[in-house]
């Protein structure tokens, strides 16, 4: 299995990778660029051609950075879990690459449904999260949630597969929700963090 230090490396590239694609087609770019859009898909907020092109992947550099310190100080503190590790080490170079791809696309003049796209980068980070949430410890789930009762082993070994379930469900059902309407696909949002705030509060309470 690649080591943890060169899978690191490797998403520090793919996050800048992409910014040969902004190069490549610089000239072509407007000089005030959309970078952010409402819920019909209309522009409403705007930034420099350079900023974006340039900007964007170093700024998703250092969120990088963070996240991957963040959870590695965590799991220093509490005990590791290499598998939601690894798939934290790639969520920020996924969501860079299409965000980056998106937003150069229709700034080029191409037809993007920006929700859809939106929708369907949350339904991802639903699943790969709700994938993994599982081989987490008690302890590390605590510290997520810093300020709260720690949770009793007992009842994390049971919770830990509802929100697994609830996650990967959900984000299949965003996935399915981006052929139907907004409205649809933010109720199923709301559902699922609703179900997972019950979840949360069932994991604090029991047994306490």
């Known amino acids: 299995m690649m ?18 694609y902004g190069v490549a087609n610089y000239q072509a770019l407007p000089v005030r660029m959309a970078i952010h859009f409402n ?10 051609k350079a900023v974006v092109v340039f900007g964007l992947p170093l ?3 250092v ?10 100080l965590n799991a220093t503190h509490k005990g590791p879990a290499p598998r939601f590790e690894r798939m934290m080490i790639w969520i920020v170079p996924v969501l860079s690459g299409v965000i980056y791809a998106t937003t150069i696309s229709y700034n080029l003049g191409h037809r993007m449904d920006i929700w859809r796209i939106a929708i369907s980068l949350v339904a991802f980070i639903f699943m790969a999260i709700g994938n993994y949430l599982p081989t987490i410890s008690a302890n ?27 996650l990967v469900g959900g984000g299949i059902l965003l996935l399915l929700s981006v052929m139907t309407t907004q409205v649809i696909a933010i109720i199923v949002m709301v559902v699922v963090i609703l179900a997972l705030f019950a979840m949360s509060l069932y994991s604090t309470l029991a047994h306490s």
């Open 3 to 20: 080591k943890r230090s060169v899978q690191l490396w490797l998403s520090y590239i793919v996050i800048l990778l992409p910014i040969l």
């Open 39 to 48: 819920l019909d898909n209309q522009p409403n907020g705007m930034a420099s």
């Open 59 to 61: 700024l998703m550099v």
């Open 140 to 166: 590390q789930y605590a510290q997520v949630r810093r300020g709260t009762r720690p949770i009793h082993p007992m009842v994390w070994r049971r919770v830990r597969y509802w929100l697994g379930y609830t």
């Open 63 to 72: 969120f990088q950075l963070i996240c991957v310190g963040a959870t590695r």
